[in-house]
């Protein structure tokens, strides 16, 4: 056992002198020292200070199932000694990517009958945006490139991810690729203004009528979206969004590709998040809850009219990855499915999120700090206010969430913040007593931040 063979390692300095991080600014981190986790189960996770931790943002956005599911790790343990490894190229496949390509076609929107595997969200995402190319490309037009995303976006941390999503951050220190424009997000707390959330809606979605007429239709091959922002702040368009966002790519003849890879598999209450807002993608692009997080894995669904191109015109198709459909990420999807199914799972994530959102409106709706609560099933945030009437955002974005986000660790609850939003996505398996033990942490740690800021909030 690795707890056995290394008592007494000092992780935190071998962890500053060996492992670079994923987003971190490691000067911050080496300064603080770095925490770490040893081991989890349910909704709690446990450090090796001996904390318990309630994980409100289920890893990454992606422990549907939670931890410590013997199901899962039975389901890969087994088809680890039957075959660990064989890959999908050379006329060659395997039982569990079968079954797991021929389940998903059953529980994606109708018409998507073909899933393409790959091992990440940018992964999935860099696959998805050169379907869109090549199949532009096989039906003679190849001067269609162009991909249309939203400021705010995320969709991974390749030069291509970057470059398709909206993170000004990203792209002003890695650079980003030619062919890609972002327009506003429909954003309406931050950016809405007067506008009321309906008008808005409309307004956000024009601005990509508006992009396309400027770049012209027939040079672009895609408009890429999440259904909600997830790394943008959990920002939910207005019910008016999606149905313009259909409306504009099929006159213009662009082909939509859906960033599911926080809203699939049941957060939202629905398998996907297109099936919530009613979003008619061509391509959707789907990971971390396909497996739970528990071992990397993503699929790209391919639409009837896209797929069939592919299939019978393209010829080979140059595009693929060592781990696409790996037996054994395929396995445990497959397991983790089942169990998302059989515990009724996307119907608890409404639910709960019912419940939830409820208690934290009657706990926090009047703060003077709580500018709004909102989510839809288990996904949602909290805007911390300088004026919640007039929707003022704190001088020095992010100083205020981050403080919120100290305080709430503090009290032994993950909840992130972006920019001065408390964002928060917790295992779908969440109890109803874990979720008044949620809104109670999370009601202290506000107050906490409150009493730290109140002098710069108008009451
Ligand atoms: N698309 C979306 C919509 C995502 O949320 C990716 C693509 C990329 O997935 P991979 O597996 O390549 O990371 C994501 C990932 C955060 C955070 O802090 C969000 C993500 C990843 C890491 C951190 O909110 N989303």
Redesign the pocket.
Known sequence: MLDDLNLGVDWQTLDAAHHFH??TDHKELHEQGVRLITSAEGVYLHDSKGNKIMDGMAG??CVAAGYGRQELVEAATRQMTKLPYYNAFFKTTTEPTVLLATKLAEIAPEGFEHVFFAC??????DSAIRSARVYWKTIGKPEKRFVIGREY??????IL?ASAGGMKDMHRQGGDLPYFAQVLPPYWYGKGGQMSPEEFGLYAARQVEAKIKEIGADKIAAFIG?PI???GGVLIPPSTYWPEINRICKENDILLIA?????GYGRLGTWFGSDYFGIKPDLM?T??ALTSGYL?L?AVFVHDRVAEVLVNETGEYYHGFTYSGHPVSCALALKNIELIESEGLVQAATQKGEVLRAKLTAALGDHPMVGEIRGIGLIGAIELTADKRTRKFFEKNGRVGTICRDFCIENGLIM?A?RDTM?FSPPLIISDAEIDEFVVLAKKSIDQTYEKVKDEVTV
């Open positions: 994923p987003f990454l956005w990440s969200g940018s992964e999935a995402v976006g995320y969709h991974g941390s390749t991810g999440e922002q997830g790394a960033d599911e890879v926080i809203c692009t990971a971390k990397p993503s992130r972006v964002v």
